[in-house]
């Protein structure tokens, strides 16, 4: 493999510099690592000073217990600024991706300013572990017998329910922290209405059939695995939920099926999400998801509450009217990973980032609608890197008057066609790419592929437009950008000419021959582990023995 230092050319992607005389050195903070999850640490270092942001922290970490250091992803410089009512102020953010369950993991940060204030420190954080089951009394329960065994069920305990028709029903009490309280389904048994808890704290829900809705308001350390809910419109079509702030829920391999169908007059409206939440540090992965109006779901505007550190990972989404993933108000260190998306409005929402950096990476979609992704309400610090979208109309189009800030774009695929229009709302402007109101002089777009089967190759990226791949090097940041074709896959991949059409899914692997082969940039923590000269573009690395696999964070192999 060949690994040439590109990743110290990629911290000049990565910082907006500006020519100013004297600037003030860098007076760094204390450093925190909230809410590491099972496979992320998050870091914020607050900074004062550096009033030219050409700072960088470049940052190494190694088990406590092997010593091996290894090269992560540098923190993104963040601008102080407010945005719909929320507030942050200038630091070093970002995410150390790909670690292992509980583990513990020493991390070195070096901080290097050319106006002063240079430093290094080392910090400490563990890993979650990945949540199980209490070991203490299996307590048998049927619908005649439930509340009497759930009132006497202690932490540790699990609640087993056999054969039957349950109603909806309230848990009142709870588990403790490595003891948590299990309700766990046998064959047979289903639960018709609702499953609340309130304020309940170490419960873990596994292998359920709920007919209805599960909602866990305020609830912290909640497991909610294996089980399918089949939302109703009794219940405003939700499926898991928790409408008020809660911390470190696991919600995963489990399947959510909404009522909303895929059809043109429901795109951009309808009610319901798949998975909704607030709050930090939890992990939504390996779910399946459809038939709603947004299918995982943070929430909006002043019902956003400490939205960081959250993983939604490895899910399939599809049939959703809105947002696929709606990552909104994300205050910094959401991680959008792996997901594959499928006959949806819009694919990926961050309406806005507060700051940042948002990560969204090795997702693919396939017969997108509206837009790729949603960078609306003046969103700031999204990071987009290695996702392969096949959409209706433009590749990556956008279509707002707001200004989004200090984004990172960089190894994608973005494929298209021609545009029309559904329940009013455009799918492209027959463009390649559409970014006319990215902030170009914060942001970075490079290294990206871009397809269309219209002949013409126009596009718009901040005030610049090109009509050729020539045009678009010389006029824009995308120095390193190519034209693909459909025949960029192993597989026959075609145009959705037809988006509401249920489509099934699509293998996204190169060919081996593929022109976005061998054509990406390394960046550390994200693609060391390429085979060939470069990393490819996309979502799935093609390597030399003629497999492709999606590696990192535990992304799932594509066969």
Known sequence: MNRTNQWLGLLGLLFVTFDVCAAPATVAGVISLPEPTLQHISVVWPITGDDDRDGVVSVRYRPVESGLWQQGMPLRRVAAASNENFSWGESHRGTIFGLQANTSYQIELTLNDPDGGSTQRLEFASTRPVPTAGNGIVRPATPATLNTVLNAAQPGDIVQLGNGNYSGFTITNEGSPGAPLTLRGRPGATINGALELFSRDHIRLENLRVNGRIRFNGSNDIAIVGCTVNASDDFANYGIVSFTRAERAYIA????????????????????????????????????????????????DDLAVDQYSVDILNNTISQVVDDAIEADFCAHNCRIIGNRISNSFVGMSSQPSLGGPNYFIRNQAYNLVHLAFKQYRNSRGDVILHNTIVKHGDGFGSFTTTTARYALVLNNLFLGGPAGTFNGFPSGTNRVVDQLTLDTSTSRLDYNGYGTTLAAFNGTIGSQTFSSVAQMQNRTSEVNGLRVGYDVFANSVSFPASPT??????????????????????????????????????AIEQVFDGQSVLFEDGFEAAN
């Open 253 to 300: 391999n489990n399947t959510v099926t909404g009522t909303t169908a895929w059809q043109a007059s429901s795109f951009g409206g309808s009610v319901g999400e798949g998975i909704e939440l607030t709050g930090p540090g939890h992990v939504i992965e390996n779910n399946t998801v459809s038939g709603f109006r947004d299918g995982i779901s943070l929430r909006e």
């Open 501 to 538: 059409t249920v489509y099934p899914a699509v293998n996204f692997s190169l060919a081996n021959d593929a022109v976005a082969v061998d054509r990406g940039v390394v960046i550390p923590g994200i693609n060391d582990n390429y085979d060939g000269s470069a990393p490819d573009l996309g």
